[in-house]
């Protein structure tokens, strides 16, 4: 498996160290196509992969190519790449909200595969699910598993639809988890603790209840009613976020996001 990335910045420069570290596609079979010198030259250095400023016939020797270029970006990019593609090269994207039809009209390529990771790829722990056209054989959805294995978990999915799903689950939600992090924090510095106590606090806490929610493979719902002790701290604290409809407003929140990237994507 030979494989070109085209984009170097923090998705694409996370996916090409992930790989490398965990031995998926070797060094010198990765292709790394990054204008900026700066950013090309640290992540040769770190990764001993070969590296290129421009995309130009070069990546006719190779069997993936993945962008990894921001949206606005997208179309200079495929452009570019619609000179130098063959048919049996198949085309992975993690650019968010550019369709598989987008992407079938720029490049006039059939074997395509679009791919929503989410940030904590920065670390190996990220969540992806992708979905693949109709002409990509089951030997190259393998790699695309293995790929994004590397990076964390990952998730076919039976749709293109579900992509856009993920967008306001996985690919969103970590930024939802910050968000309550965040008023957890400040609700423990106004209750006293300094702001490192209450940062390692919160941090911890979120971290233990994942790991707990983990090993025991129950519903979150089950985990919830287990530590809801009747007129205890928990309990009086949650039935007030039912007060306030905080899980309506949860889910209505996703929906909007839902349906902000189906308008990306049109």
Not at 109 to 132: C, D, H, Y
């Amino acid at each position: 498996m030979r494989l070109v990335i085209i984009g170097g910045g923090n998705m694409g420069g996370a996916i090409l160290l992930a790989l490398v570290k965990a031995d998926a596609v070797s060094p010198e079979n990765i292709l790394l196509i990054e204008p900026d010198q700066e950013k090309r030259e640290n992540l040769t250095k770190t990764t001993n992969c070969v590296s290129q400023a421009e995309i130009d016939e070069t990546i006719r020797g190779y069997d993936l190519l993945l962008i990894a270029v921001k949206p606005q970006a997208a179309t200079p990019a495929m452009e570019l790449l619609a000179q130098w593609i063959l048919p049996h090269q198949l085309v992975i994207s993690v650019m968010a909200g550019i369709s598989l039809e987008t992407m079938q009209s720029a490049l006039v390529q059939t074997k395509l595969v679009r791919v929503m990771p989410n940030i904590p790829t920065l670390i190996a722990e990220g969540m992806s699910i992708f979905f693949a056209s109709s002409d990509v054989e089951k030997e190259e959805r393998e790699w695309v598993k293995t790929l994004f294995s590397a990076c964390g978990k990952c998730l076919e999915a039976k749709d293109e639809d579900a992509i856009d799903a993920a967008t306001a689950i996985s690919g969103s939600g970590p930024g939802y988890v910050f968000y309550f992090a965040e008023q957890m924090t400040v609700a423990a510095k106004s209750l006293g603790f300094s702001a490192t106590d209450a940062q390692f606090l919160v941090q911890n806490t979120i971290r233990g209840a994942t790991l707990l929610w983990e090993s025991q493979q129950v519903s979150p719902e089950t985990l919830r009613q287990q530590v809801s002790s009747p007129g205890g701290t928990t309990l009086a604290a949650l039935n007030h976020f039912e007060e306030k409809k905080v899980g309506e407003s949860i889910k209505d929140g996703i929906q909007l996001a839902y349906q902000r990237a189906k308008e990306l994507s049109s």
